[in-house]
C-alpha cells in the first residue's frame, strides 16, 4: 500500500468503492488561469472538486489527496468495464489554462509523478489515460497541445504503431481498447484529441489502422469489481 503523501491540502475526498485500489491513472488540465486558481478551487469544500496531485507550469508538485483515497476528479465516464473511475483512479491535475503549451519543467515533473505512481500501484502504461478519452464529448483535457507520445517514449503511456488493419470498424476498435459508448463521431475526436491531433475531416484508413493496433495489444482489462 502506497503511503500517504506528507501535505494533504483537499478537504474533497473518500473512501474508494467496493474496496478497490487504483489502477488507473487520469490526467486533466485545470483550465483556470493561475495554479495558484486551481490549488483554490481543488481545496474548496463548496466546489466538490479535488485531483490526487496538482503539477504547476514551473515543475512544482503538489498533493492535495491521498493516493489511497478517492478523489473527485472524473465525474460522469467510463474506461473499459469500469464505471466508477474516481474509484480506480489517481488524478492529475496539470496547471493549464486549455491554451497553452505544457511547460518543460511541468512535463518533467509529471514524468517524475507517474514514474511512482505507477510503481506503487502496479499501473501499466495503458491504464495511463487522459480525461478526454474516458469522457468522450463531455471533456476535452489534456487537449492538442499534451505530448502524449513523450510519455510512451518514457513507458508511461502507449502510442500506436504500423500493425494495424486500415479496414477494421473504429467503433468497435476504440470499444475493445476501452472507450466508452458513444456516437461514432464522437469517439472519432476524443481518439484523434490524443492520437491524431492534426487530423481532420471524416474517419480514414489511417484512423482505422491506428486504433486497430492499440486495440490489439492494449485490449482494456477491468482488474477488478467496476
Known sequence: MAPAPPTLLSPNFGERRGATRPDLVVIHYTAMPSCAAARARLCDPAAE????????????VEALVPEAARAWHAGAGAWGAVSDVNSRSIGIELANPGDAPFPEPQMAALE???????????????????????APGRKCDPGPRFDWRRLARGGLSVWPGAGGDPAAPLPASLRALGYPEAEPGILLA?????????????ETADDRALA???ARRYPAADGGSA
Do not use: C, K, N, Q
Not at 472538486?49 to 512544482?60: C, F, I, Q, R
Not at 507517474?114 to 478526454?132: C, D, F, K, N, Q
Open 212 to 214: 486497430d493496433d492499440l
Open 49 to 60: 472538486v479535488s485531483a490526487h496531485y496538482l503539477v504547476s507550469e514551473t515543475g512544482g
Open 190 to 202: 476524443a481518439f484523434r484529441l490524443r492520437f491524431r491531433p492534426w487530423a481532420e475531416g471524416p
Open 112 to 134: 517524475r509523478l507517474l514514474t511512482g505512481v505507477m510503481a506503487r500501484w502496479a499501473i501499466p502504461p495503458e491504464r495511463v489515460i487522459g480525461h478526454s478519452d474516458m
